[in-house]
């Protein structure tokens, strides 16, 4: 597929400094609001937002399959109901616009003066408006190394686990925008040497290392995704904090898996990058061959994506400390798989529904994407640069998430996803 948008030979005549997450190849989607203006859909490049609405406003956008509605607007959702074809011709105008050879803005000073935005005068809000979250469980080395700590290695992969991608329903009221603090969660808890539970703040306080994708409208209940139709209804991806209160989850999820150890907040970054942005960085996956996975699974061509990702712990006075480097191409289930999945019970999805990938371990230490496994259940504490050591999260850390795409002498990012923790309430 040949995306002109993608061509990295473009160039802007808007300044890009160099290694920023947002070049003209990228054309991520948010919700910005400026100096207590009403919110509306923006898009950014280098270090100014694109204000949407202002280029509709002022004929920019004419003979696309857009209203005024679709742009002012306080999340994508609206946008977003314009299908693949829609949200692709808008990248593409974007991509035109603010490409060095084109002048029908360039130059236009008081438009461009409307249309960009220093990212410094802009207030990021929640991008969509997300009706149901599935959460996904599809990294095999996360999985092990989960089976290990609980279980056995020779029984750490339960018998499901290749052969289904595993997820549950989770909470979408409680998903945040980056920058949001959260506070420490509460909960029935059963230390160790406890024979009865005891209630009180969790004190193994957990990231996870994750990507969530966004899905167009789908189809009505009854009716299945196929993998093959999957990137027609897969809008684009962002970081996503899944967090967790291990000891509140060590108790309660059995026999009916996460509940109030997931529930009290999940972080997103601001940008939605699009599929169609992603797809030079496809790479191949795992083989699914040994067990052979059922014929609904099955998938052709390159569905995974290599994205580099980074977790960082920063104290409150202190220095940033990555604690994993990831990537994204070590999932063993691929989206297209999870949404078929997701569907052919004829479970329909809606427009902004979110699923999330499920903590992404890479394969060697180092490359964990929780603090369960980092400090292997807190028995490996990591050494701070400040000198103390975690466990698992403080009161006062801020959890940073990056992640970003580079081939071919173009880089897609995603900016961050960054959460401080408050004490307890």
Request: hydrophobic content about 35%.
């Amino acid at each position: 597929m040949s995306i002109v948008a993608n061509n990295p030979a473009l160039t802007s005549w808007v300044n890009v400094p160099e290694k920023s997450d947002f070049p003209i190849q990228n054309i991520p989607f948010g919700i910005i609001k400026v100096n207590g203006e009403s919110a509306r859909v923006a898009s950014r490049i280098g270090d100014q937002a694109i204000d949407i609405k202002a280029l509709f406003v002022l004929g920019y956008l004419e003979n696309l399959p857009f209203s005024l509605a679709d742009f002012d607007s306080c999340t994508l959702n609206t946008m977003m109901m314009k299908g693949k074809e829609g949200t692709r011709k808008l990248r593409e105008r974007l991509s035109k616009l603010f490409s060095e050879g084109s002048s029908d803005l360039k130059g236009k000073e008081h438009h461009v003066d409307q249309v960009l935005i220093s990212m410094d005068q802009v207030e990021m809000l929640m991008p969509i408006d997300i009706r149901d979250y599935t959460d996904f469980y599809s990294s095999e080395q996360h999985a092990f190394n989960v089976g290990c700590l609980f279980r056995d290695p020779d029984n750490a992969l339960l018998p499901n686990w290749k052969h289904i991608p595993v997820g549950y329903h989770g909470r979408a009221s409680s998903i945040i925008v980056s920058g949001q603090a959260i506070h420490r969660p509460k909960g029935q808890k059963k230390p160790p040497t406890a024979d009865v539970p005891v209630f009180g703040q969790s004190n193994l306080l957990d990231f996870e290392l994750e990507t969530v994708f966004f899905t167009y409208q789908g189809k009505p209940l009854g009716d299945t995704i196929s993998t093959e139709e999957a990137d027609d209804y897969i809008f684009g991806m962002a970081l996503f904090n899944d967090w967790s209160a291990r000891d509140v989850q060590g108790w309660e999820y059995v026999p009916l898996g996460p509940f109030l150890g997931k529930s009290f907040a999940s972080s997103v970054s601001p940008w939605i990058v699009t599929i169609d942005a992603l797809e030079p960085f496809r790479v191949s996956g795992p083989s699914q061959e040994d067990p052979k996975i059922l014929p609904y699974l099955e998938y052709s061509g390159d569905k995974h994506i290599d994205i580099n990702l980074d977790v960082i712990i920063q104290p409150e006075t202190g220095h940033e400390n990555v604690v994993g480097r990831s990537n994204y191409r070590h999932m063993y289930w691929n989206m297209n798989q999870q949404l078929a999945h997701h569907t052919v019970n004829g479970c329909n999805i809606n427009c902004g529904d979110a699923m999330g990938s499920g903590t992404i371990s890479g394969p060697e230490v180092g490359m964990y994407g929780s603090m369960l496994e980092i400090s292997w259940k807190g028995t490996k504490p990591f050494q701070m640069s400040d000198g103390t050591e975690r466990k698992f999260i403080n009161d006062g850390d801020t959890v940073i998430m990056r992640g970003y795409s580079e081939s071919d002498g173009v880089r897609i990012g995603f900016g961050e996803v960054s959460t401080k923790v408050l004490p307890a309430k």
